[in-house]
Nanobody, 126 residues
Framework: QVQVVESGGGLVQAGDSLRLSCTAS????????MAWFRQAPGNEREFCAA????????NHADHQKGRFTISRDNALNTVYLQMNSLKPEDTAVYYC???????????????????WGQGTQVTVSS
Protein backbone atom coordinates (compact mmCIF):
# COMPACT_ATOMS: atom_id res chain seq x y z
CA GLN A 1 0.00 0.00 0.00
CA VAL A 2 1.27 3.44 -0.93
CA GLN A 3 0.24 6.50 1.04
CA VAL A 4 0.16 9.78 -0.81
CA VAL A 5 0.01 13.10 1.02
CA GLU A 6 -0.24 16.56 -0.54
CA SER A 7 0.63 19.88 1.06
CA GLY A 8 1.22 23.50 0.15
CA GLY A 9 -2.23 24.69 -0.87
CA GLY A 10 -3.75 27.91 0.35
CA LEU A 11 -5.44 31.20 -0.46
CA VAL A 12 -3.50 33.49 -2.78
CA GLN A 13 -4.17 36.43 -5.06
CA ALA A 14 -4.18 36.36 -8.82
CA GLY A 15 -0.63 36.55 -10.14
CA ASP A 16 0.89 34.88 -7.09
CA SER A 17 2.82 31.62 -6.99
CA LEU A 18 2.46 28.44 -4.96
CA ARG A 19 4.47 25.26 -4.76
CA LEU A 20 2.58 22.10 -3.96
CA SER A 21 4.40 19.12 -2.52
CA CYS A 22 3.46 15.47 -2.50
CA THR A 23 5.13 12.67 -0.63
CA ALA A 24 4.52 9.01 -1.31
CA SER A 25 5.48 6.20 1.00
CA UNK A 26 7.45 3.16 0.03
CA UNK A 27 11.07 2.31 -0.64
CA UNK A 28 10.36 2.16 -4.34
CA UNK A 29 9.17 5.74 -4.88
CA UNK A 30 11.78 6.07 -7.58
CA UNK A 31 9.80 3.57 -9.65
CA UNK A 32 6.48 5.46 -9.44
CA UNK A 33 5.20 7.60 -12.26
CA MET A 34 3.55 10.59 -10.59
CA ALA A 35 0.96 13.13 -11.59
CA TRP A 36 -1.08 16.10 -10.43
CA PHE A 37 -4.77 16.48 -11.16
CA ARG A 38 -7.25 19.07 -10.02
CA GLN A 39 -10.97 19.22 -9.52
CA ALA A 40 -13.13 22.31 -9.20
CA PRO A 41 -16.68 22.10 -7.82
CA GLY A 42 -19.03 20.66 -10.41
CA ASN A 43 -16.19 19.68 -12.73
CA GLU A 44 -14.51 16.40 -13.55
CA ARG A 45 -11.02 15.68 -12.32
CA GLU A 46 -8.61 17.36 -14.72
CA PHE A 47 -5.05 16.46 -15.65
CA CYS A 48 -2.41 19.04 -14.72
CA ALA A 49 1.02 17.45 -15.10
CA ALA A 50 2.87 14.16 -14.95
CA UNK A 51 6.44 13.00 -14.50
CA UNK A 52 7.96 9.60 -15.10
CA UNK A 53 9.84 7.67 -12.44
CA UNK A 54 13.25 8.99 -13.47
CA UNK A 55 12.15 12.59 -13.88
CA UNK A 56 13.37 12.45 -17.45
CA UNK A 57 10.01 13.05 -19.10
CA UNK A 58 7.24 15.41 -18.10
CA ASN A 59 3.84 16.26 -19.52
CA HIS A 60 1.85 19.40 -18.80
CA ALA A 61 -1.71 20.30 -19.68
CA ASP A 62 -1.85 22.73 -22.57
CA HIS A 63 -3.71 25.40 -20.66
CA GLN A 64 -1.00 25.43 -17.97
CA LYS A 65 2.14 25.24 -20.04
CA GLY A 66 4.54 27.95 -19.11
CA ARG A 67 2.86 28.52 -15.74
CA PHE A 68 2.99 25.12 -14.00
CA THR A 69 6.05 22.91 -13.69
CA ILE A 70 6.23 19.42 -12.25
CA SER A 71 9.43 18.07 -10.76
CA ARG A 72 10.53 15.37 -8.33
CA ASP A 73 13.23 14.52 -5.83
CA ASN A 74 13.47 10.77 -5.46
CA ALA A 75 15.83 11.07 -2.52
CA LEU A 76 13.01 12.81 -0.63
CA ASN A 77 10.13 10.70 -2.02
CA THR A 78 8.58 13.97 -3.13
CA VAL A 79 7.03 15.42 -6.26
CA TYR A 80 6.34 19.12 -6.67
CA LEU A 81 4.03 21.33 -8.69
CA GLN A 82 5.31 24.86 -9.06
CA MET A 83 2.43 27.13 -10.03
CA ASN A 84 3.15 30.66 -11.20
CA SER A 85 0.92 33.49 -12.42
CA LEU A 86 -2.07 31.90 -10.76
CA LYS A 87 -5.54 32.80 -12.02
CA PRO A 88 -8.94 32.57 -10.31
CA GLU A 89 -9.83 29.72 -12.66
CA ASP A 90 -6.99 27.70 -11.12
CA THR A 91 -9.08 27.45 -7.95
CA ALA A 92 -9.59 23.75 -7.23
CA VAL A 93 -8.61 20.85 -5.04
CA TYR A 94 -5.27 19.56 -6.29
CA TYR A 95 -4.59 15.84 -6.08
CA CYS A 96 -1.38 13.91 -6.35
CA UNK A 97 -1.45 10.40 -7.81
CA UNK A 98 0.95 7.50 -8.26
CA UNK A 99 1.13 4.92 -11.04
CA UNK A 100 3.13 1.99 -9.71
CA UNK A 101 4.62 -0.93 -11.65
CA UNK A 102 3.29 -2.55 -13.73
CA UNK A 103 2.43 0.81 -15.19
CA UNK A 104 -0.98 1.66 -16.57
CA UNK A 105 0.58 4.25 -18.86
CA UNK A 106 -2.65 6.28 -19.06
CA UNK A 107 -0.88 9.52 -18.34
CA UNK A 108 -3.78 11.91 -18.79
CA UNK A 109 -6.51 9.65 -17.39
CA UNK A 110 -7.25 9.48 -13.64
CA UNK A 111 -7.98 5.77 -14.06
CA UNK A 112 -4.31 5.28 -14.89
CA UNK A 113 -3.24 5.92 -11.30
CA UNK A 114 -3.31 3.42 -8.46
CA UNK A 115 -2.96 5.65 -5.42
CA TRP A 116 -4.30 9.10 -4.58
CA GLY A 117 -3.88 11.64 -1.87
CA GLN A 118 -6.69 13.47 -0.08
CA GLY A 119 -6.04 16.67 -1.99
CA THR A 120 -5.02 20.18 -1.07
CA GLN A 121 -7.20 23.23 -1.68
CA VAL A 122 -5.89 26.07 -3.81
CA THR A 123 -7.99 29.22 -3.91
CA VAL A 124 -7.02 32.16 -6.10
CA SER A 125 -8.79 35.44 -5.49
CA SER A 126 -9.14 38.11 -8.14
Amino acid sequence: QVQVVESGGGLVQAGDSLRLSCTASGRTFSTYNMAWFRQAPGNEREFCAAIVWSGGTTNHADHQKGRFTISRDNALNTVYLQMNSLKPEDTAVYYCAADTPPYNDLIFDPHGYDYWGQGTQVTVSS
